[in-house]
């Protein structure tokens, strides 16, 4: 398995942990969005590109490392939750933190958002709706 496609894993709402294996290199759009009851995810080095919302609405899951590997992010990578870390490089929050990044193709996937913030593109909209922003970018 190189890939997973997109939506693969769409509301399996019984899906609490997964380890992916290695030789993964892509996730796609969706790939993991309304797994509300995934609470842990291994992404393995080796995984160049995450779709847009690939984890939306994962609202049990608390922490995601991205592997130094990752060169690719979608819009709303991150689920919308309260008390959600998101951890990533340096290197990868520079390129990732600028508005021609957030406007590439890539970036905003079939979705076509565009993002105000390097939070919203992290996060997606319902950032801007949470008044709290209780998340975490913790760089390694």
């Not at 592997?67 to 008390?83: A, H, K, Q, T, V």
Request: with cysteine.
């Amino acid at each position: 398995v190189t890939s997973i496609g997109d939506d693969a894993f769409y509301e399996c709402y019984s899906l609490e942990s997964i380890q992916l294996p290695e030789g993964v290199t892509s996730i796609g759009v969706g790939a993991f969005s309304y797994c509300v009851s995934l609470e842990s995810i291994q992404v393995p080095e080796g995984v160049t590109s995450i779709g847009a919302g690939a984890f939306s609405s994962c609202v049990n899951l608390e922490s995601i490392q991205l592997p130094e590997s990752l060169e690719d992010i979608g819009y709303g990578l991150f689920p919308e939750r309260d008390n959600f870390e998101g951890i990533m490089t340096q290197e990868q929050k520079n390129k990732w933190d600028n508005r021609d990044y957030w406007d590439s193709d890539f970036a905003r996937g079939s979705r076509g958002s565009s993002a105000a913030s390097f939070e919203e593109f992290l996060f997606g909209s319902w950032y801007n709706q949470n008044g709290d922003k209780n998340y975490r970018i913790t760089i390694r």
